[in-house]
């Protein structure tokens, strides 16, 4: 039987006709599990996807011996079956639908009861998962037990955590028993236990006989990894054993000295009112069906300050977060104040959001796919997710502004769904930034950034914070991403404040 997985010899690769790899060599054996690391935007999402066949090949030769092995072994006689059906990916953004299949999930709708009804559960998403070589590691019982969904099987996929996510998602793929697994950095966002559990669980995979190909930071390299690729500006720099692999010498984004004139301008261009509580509550109490979020959680944030918000996946955070952030129709039910005025007293959720900047790794799912870079960024002078009017002169300019600053204006027109994970993020942190928010929400902002540019987004939230008076909530699983402007710490576990 032929070792050898898939090969790709000289091919050049094109994602949204843009020619992103020329000349690509690459060989998958059996035993063998890889991590494909590198700058952000150095092609790693390209290359998985273009495996999965999302991306096309513009020239070069491939070959997929397994798939002329599965089909010589059993007698496959099905016209439409395909080497695709025998690999699954589990990428960044998930493709979750209604019920009624009508329409994609919107925001806010995890936090209104009677319309998360329309989501399917957990238990119903991995029923209908077909099965497509039978296992008897990976059957759906032990899927269930060993990612910890047992808990969750009845809980609609809308309301789910990060972490609850990516873990449904492994199941979903795994339950398959595909030949190879490709994964997008599936460690981000997860906190520290879940990322060891995940470590084990790869092993795990790794030793059944199923192939990992991952994308992943250099310093956060599985145990089960064999090899390591070194991408680099659509290139394939280096593939070498992963013991010698140091994570140190691969490159990295360089880091520009930024125009602070530039932000401090900006950051004058709408003056808000001072306020002394920007946010109170008393005994918060958020319930779902039997299910407590939220128990008795007493918290101020006054006036300039920053707060660092920590808690497990599923601790709650999102939860506080929607409160303030007025996604969550349960915040009138309890005695929360915002910006020196009780919830409920006449003020609507846009008067709320007007005062907020908020940047969450879940709000990049619900754009339009219609909506360039430039659009998405001016949506956040009308708080939507997403541009439903003509775009407006003067808000144009303090967007192009704001790219120019964070050095992505290269991306103005560009469809805010084929940029780079990185560039979203930023793009995401412009159209916070753009109407001068009270406060500013980042829901790990740096999850999609390579080291140095998390360096220098920390750098830049620490410049926005001595230039002005602005309340932060900081939301990290990583110590080394907090910005040195935080001073305070807020910490959940099972929904109360530890």
């Given at each position: 039987?032929?070792?050898?997985?898939?090969?790709?010899?000289?091919?050049?690769?094109?994602?949204?006709?843009?020619?992103?790899?020329?000349?690509?060599?690459?060989?998958?054996?059996?035993?063998?599990?890889?991590?494909?690391?590198?700058?952000?935007?150095?092609?790693?999402?390209?290359?998985?996807?273009?495996?999965?066949?999302?991306?096309?090949?513009?020239?070069?030769?491939?070959?997929?011996?397994?798939?002329?092995?599965?089909?010589?072994?059993?007698?496959?006689?099905?016209p439409f079956f395909n080497r695709y059906k025998l690999m699954t990916q589990v990428s960044a953004r998930h493709e979750f639908r209604n019920l009624s299949n009508t329409s994609d999930f919107y925001y806010q709708q995890r936090f209104n009861s009677c319309d998360s009804e329309d989501a399917e559960t957990v238990e119903h998403y991995l029923s209908a998962v077909k099965v497509v070589r039978p296992s008897e590691i990976w059957t759906s019982e032990r899927v269930v037990d060993r990612l910890n969904l047992r808990p969750l099987l009845n809980k609609e996929l809308i309301k789910l955590s990060n972490g609850e996510t990516k873990r449904l998602m492994l199941a979903a793929a795994l339950i398959k028993n595909p030949v190879l697994l490709l994964l997008d950095n599936p460690l981000n966002?997860?906190?520290?236990?879940?990322?060891?559990?995940?470590?084990?669980?790869?092993?795990?995979?790794?030793?059944?006989?199923?192939?990992?190909?991952?994308?992943?930071?250099?310093?956060?390299?599985?145990?089960?990894?064999?090899?390591?690729?070194?991408?680099?500006?659509?290139?394939?720099?280096?593939?070498?054993?992963?013991?010698?692999?140091?994570?140190?010498?691969?490159?990295?984004?360089?880091?520009?000295?930024?125009?602070?004139?530039?932000?401090?301008?900006?950051?004058?261009?709408?003056?808000?009112?001072?306020?002394?509580?920007?946010?109170?509550?008393?005994?918060?109490?958020?319930?779902?069906?039997?299910?407590?979020?939220?128990?008795?959680?007493?918290?101020?944030?006054?006036?300039?300050?920053?707060?660092?918000?920590?808690?497990?996946?599923?601790?709650?955070?999102?939860?506080?977060?929607?409160?303030?952030?007025?996604?969550?129709?349960?915040?009138?039910?309890?005695?929360?104040?915002?910006?020196?005025?009780?919830?409920?007293?006449?003020?609507?959720?846009?008067?709320?959001?007007?005062?907020?900047?908020?940047?969450?790794?879940?709000?990049?799912?619900?754009?339009?796919?219609?909506?360039?870079?430039?659009?998405?960024?001016?949506?956040?002078?009308?708080?939507?997710?997403?541009?439903?009017?003509?775009?407006?002169?003067?808000?144009?300019?303090?967007?192009?502004?704001?790219?120019?600053?964070?050095?992505?204006?290269?991306?103005?027109?560009?469809?805010?769904?084929?940029?780079?994970?990185?560039?979203?993020?930023?793009?995401?942190?412009?159209?916070?930034?753009?109407?001068?928010?009270?406060?500013?929400?980042?829901?790990?902002?740096?999850?999609?950034?390579?080291?140095?540019?998390?360096?220098?987004?920390?750098?830049?939230?620490?410049?926005?914070?001595?230039?002005?008076?602005?309340?932060?909530?900081?939301?990290?699983?990583?110590?080394?991403?907090?910005?040195?402007?935080?001073?305070?710490?807020?910490?959940?576990?099972?929904?109360?404040?530890?």
């Open positions: 039987m032929n070792n050898l997985l898939l090969s790709f010899s000289n091919v050049s690769i094109r994602q949204y006709n843009t020619l992103v790899f020329e000349g690509l060599n690459f060989s998958l054996e059996k035993g063998q599990n890889w991590a494909l690391v590198g700058k952000s935007g150095s092609g790693k999402s390209t290359f998985l996807d273009f495996i999965m066949g999302k991306a096309s090949m513009a020239r070069g030769e491939a070959s997929y011996p397994y798939f002329d092995d599965h089909i010589r072994e059993h007698h496959q006689d099905d966002g997860l906190d520290v236990a879940s990322r060891r559990d995940f470590n084990d669980l790869f092993t795990e995979i790794a030793g059944s006989g199923i192939s990992i190909l991952m994308a992943s930071p250099p310093n956060e390299i599985p145990d089960a990894i064999t090899h390591i690729a070194i991408l680099d500006n659509g290139k394939m720099l280096r593939k070498i054993p992963s013991q010698e692999f140091d994570p140190d010498s691969v490159f990295l984004t360089d880091s520009k000295e930024m125009n602070r004139e530039e932000l401090k301008q900006l950051l004058s261009v709408t003056q808000r009112p001072d306020y002394d509580l920007i946010v109170g509550m008393e005994n918060v109490r958020i319930k779902y069906g039997d299910k407590l979020i939220l128990d008795q959680v007493n918290w101020k944030l006054k006036r300039g300050e920053r707060w660092m918000l920590l808690g497990h996946n599923g601790a709650g955070k999102s939860t506080l977060l929607s409160l303030i952030n007025g996604d969550n129709p349960q915040a009138f039910a309890n005695k929360i104040i915002l910006f020196d005025q009780r919830k409920g007293s006449g003020e609507s959720i846009w008067e709320i959001k007007k005062k907020i900047g908020y940047v969450s790794p879940e709000l990049f799912q619900y754009f339009p796919s219609g909506n360039t870079c430039m659009q998405v960024i001016e949506s956040g002078f009308d708080d939507t997710l997403g541009l439903f009017r003509a775009s407006g002169q003067r808000h144009a300019e303090i967007c192009m502004r704001w790219m120019k600053l964070l050095e992505i204006e290269e991306y103005a027109g560009t469809m805010f769904r084929n940029v780079p994970v990185s560039v979203q993020r930023i793009v995401m942190l412009a159209r916070a930034m753009v109407k001068n928010p009270v406060l500013l929400i980042l829901d790990e902002p740096c999850l999609g950034l390579d080291f140095a540019q998390q360096e220098q987004f920390k750098r830049l939230i620490d410049e926005i914070c001595s230039m002005s008076n602005m309340s932060l909530i900081y939301v990290s699983h990583y110590q080394h991403e907090m910005p040195s402007c935080v001073k305070h710490t807020l910490k959940l576990e099972q929904g109360r404040v530890v």
